[in-house]
């Protein structure tokens, strides 16, 4: 079975394709709902005012400057990804056919890399709204990542030919896997103002509150997969890619839980501090009840052809695979962040981030933050913002614009993250925010 591929930008983005599919919908369950808190690299826990507040510092709903009614609806973004081979290298082949050297070179970055990886973090905010103190939210977020490993991705780039071009080859798919879940959740914030006299007088209009948010967290699409030894050989196929997934009688949830989230925040003078201590508790975990194992298994050569992937019950699943599932729970993050109001039109911002949680834990973006923003209204409608950070094993930045007229913002942000040697870009836009 002798494949020579011809090889163009179309047959490379299969990849990233692949990454997207399962998708339904960013830094955890609660998405973003901030296009000024994406242009300005997650910088915002001591800005958020209005609905924004509910998922970045729910206590400054009770601080001042908030706005006592605020709607917002229609806010979408997240960040696409591959690595080595990044949509940059990608983008130089667009509608032209890769020569062979190049692909080479791709397949050794790939094996330097230990594979070829594709990243989607994605959240959607159907509607917000805060009302005085009270703030709610609903939305929802996905997270995709599929990792070829360097034989999957050589016979994405050649088929079973191989880099030689000569006698095929057999490729070893071990290594690859997929990783899809998402989730919507439901959250209502509450905040209160406390006395506090910290400065004994040396800032102005000193104040300080407390805020609480309660969650409501449904799990809605779930695929775990490892390949576990399929080979690619020169007459036939041998297939070994066990599947957990949504079984037959999947209803669209498949799992739940409620959590909660604290916050405080403290202002005086041009200063504001925020602190938000995401999943103080979160009880959501995977129904396995309505999850099935597909085996994956199949061979085809000369002489047999067929596959099983019919659905078994889930206890059927490899260990390996049901022990992922198991770990996957939202845990706490800390979010500590500081806002100096340098003049009437300029705004400066400082946040530290970190997740705590092992490798398996659901953590929608980089686990750790750190970085600086800022906030230009340039004129009084249209403010102009930025911000870069440190993240896990890399970097980010971001940059975008609002137009505010009447109380009605729109807003849209862009942000390019650097995470080990994987480049990902990023888009949001806000069609409506009343009141920010």
């Known amino acids: 079975m002798r494949a020579f591929l011809r090889v163009s930008i179309r047959h490379v983005s299969l990849v990233a394709t ?144 191989g880099r030689s071009g000569g006698q095929p080859k057999t490729l070893d798919f071990t290594g690859t896997s997929v990783r899809i879940g998402a989730f919507s959740a439901a959250a209502l914030s509450y905040a209160h103002g406390i006395p506090i006299n910290l400065t004994n007088g040396l800032l102005s209009d000193e104040r300080a509150a407390i805020g609480i948010t309660a969650k409501y967290v449904m799990g809605n699409a779930l695929v775990v997969a490892e390949d576990a030894g399929s080979t690619f050989g020169g007459s036939d196929i041998l297939l070994r890619f066990p599947v957990i997934l949504p079984d037959s009688n999947y209803n669209g949830t498949l799992g739940n839980g409620v959590g909660a989230d604290l916050s405080l925040a403290w202002s005086g003078g041009p200063w504001k501090v925020g602190l938000l201590a995401e999943n103080v508790f979160n009880a959501f975990k995977w129904d396995t009840t309505v999850l099935a194992f597909a085996p994956g298994t199949g061979v085809f050569s000369p002489d047999t052809n067929g596959t099983n992937w019919d659905q078994v019950s889930y206890n059927s699943a490899p260990k390996s695979l049901r022990d992922i599932v198991a770990a996957q729970a939202f845990k706490p993050a800390i979010s500590v962040g500081a806002a100096l109001k340098v003049t009437s039109s300029l705004t400066l911002t400082a946040d530290m981030k970190t997740t705590l949680g092992g490798d398996e834990a659901i953590v929608i973006g980089p686990k750790s933050r750190f970085g600086i923003g800022a906030e230009w209204r340039v004129l009084p409608f249209l ?54």
């Open 383 to 436: 403010p102009l913002r930025a911000g870069v950070a440190s993240v896990t094993d890399g970097w980010q930045a971001g940059a975008g614009f609002g137009v505010h007229v009447l109380g009605v913002e729109v807003g849209v942000a862009s942000s390019i993250r650097r995470v080990g040697a994987a480049q990902q870009s990023g888009v949001m836009i806000g069609l409506l925010g009343i009141g920010r």
């Open 18 to 161: 692949l990454a997207s599919v399962g998708a339904v919908s960013v830094d955890a369950q609660l998405p973003n709902a901030s296009t000024a808190a994406f242009a300005m690299g997650g910088n915002f826990t001591a800005m958020a005012r209005g609905f924004e507040a509910v998922a970045w510092n729910p206590a400054n709903l009770a601080m001042p400057g908030r706005p006592f009614i605020s709607f917002g609806a229609a806010i979408a973004g997240g960040n696409l990804g591959l690595a080595p081979v990044d949509f940059t290298m990608l983008h130089k082949f667009s509608g032209v056919t890769v020569d062979s050297a190049t692909r080479v070179s791709w397949i050794d970055q790939a094996r330097l890399a230990g594979g070829q990886r594709a990243n989607i973090d994605a959240g959607l905010t159907p509607i917000a709204f805060t009302i005085g103190p009270v703030g709610f939210q609903f939305g929802g977020s996905v997270y995709t990542n599929l990792n070829l490993s360097p034989d999957a991705w050589e016979s994405v780039l050649f088929g079973n030919a």
